[in-house]
């Protein structure tokens, strides 16, 4: 039988129902592997324990020939690719229950394995954003917030920008054609902050103001 852990949502990736006037513009998530390799440090892992293995294999051949000390390589290596592994399971397992989502009028991120949560960040709030894009089209966009807004970093991991603690900045990591998620964001974040704001005086106030 299908189970759904977030059929709860009235709107795919959302707590809620859009209110009149808001519509998603598009959604997405993180690219696994890539998520891996930028958040999670696969490619230092992996690395790590093949260094380990060459250091093994030096050590033991100034004893031993070459051949056979290849062999004491080889626990090292099934180390590091269970590692490897099991770092991809967690950056899938991220990347899955991760949706992140561009309205008219604001960034949402559905975030969270464990301990699931939705962070809104509306247009007027986020200060300036930042792309960084790799040849393969993914890339990530760090959101630098403005005002009293405040956001842990050890919540909202992995979704932000590496070692900012004082401000986190949350961030889309690791999306497909990121280039062109950036555009639909400066498109909408430009329409909606040079929207007029328009304030309604009561009929007492406006009668004050007349007299």
């Known amino acids: 039988m299908h189970h759904d852990d977030f059929n709860f949502e009235p709107v795919r990736g959302l707590p809620e129902a859009l209110p009149a ?26 690395g790590y324990f093949a260094l380990l293995a060459m250091w093994r294999v030096g050590v033991s051949s100034a004893s031993m020939p070459f051949t056979q000390a290849m062999g004491h390589g080889v626990p090292f290596l099934i180390s590091g690719i269970a590692a490897g592994g099991l770092i991809y399971l967690v950056a899938t397992v991220q990347a899955r229950s991760t949706v992140y989502t561009l309205t008219n009028k604001r960034a949402c991120m559905r975030i969270g394995a464990a301990l ?12 300036t954003a930042q792309l960084g894009v790799r040849k393969s089209g993914i ?51 430009e329409t909606r902050v040079s ?3 328009i304030s309604r005086s009561t009929a007492t106030q406006s009668k004050m103001v007349a007299e």
Request: glycine letters at 6%.
């Open 21 to 46: 006037g808001e519509e998603i513009l598009w959604q997405g998530a993180p690219n696994p592997l890539r998520l891996a390799k930028d958040a999670l440090c696969l490619n230092w892992i992996i």
């Open 116 to 127: 699931n949560m939705t962070l809104n960040l509306p247009f007027v709030q986020i200060g």
């Open 139 to 189: 890339g990530t966009i760090n959101f630098e917030m403005i005002g009293d807004t405040r956001l842990s970093y050890l919540m909202t991991w992995p979704h932000v920008r590496p070692w900012r603690f004082s401000r986190t900045q949350p961030a889309f990591r690791a999306i497909p054609d990121a280039a062109r998620v950036a555009a639909i964001f400066a498109d909408a974040a």
């Open 195 to 197: 929207e007029p704001q």
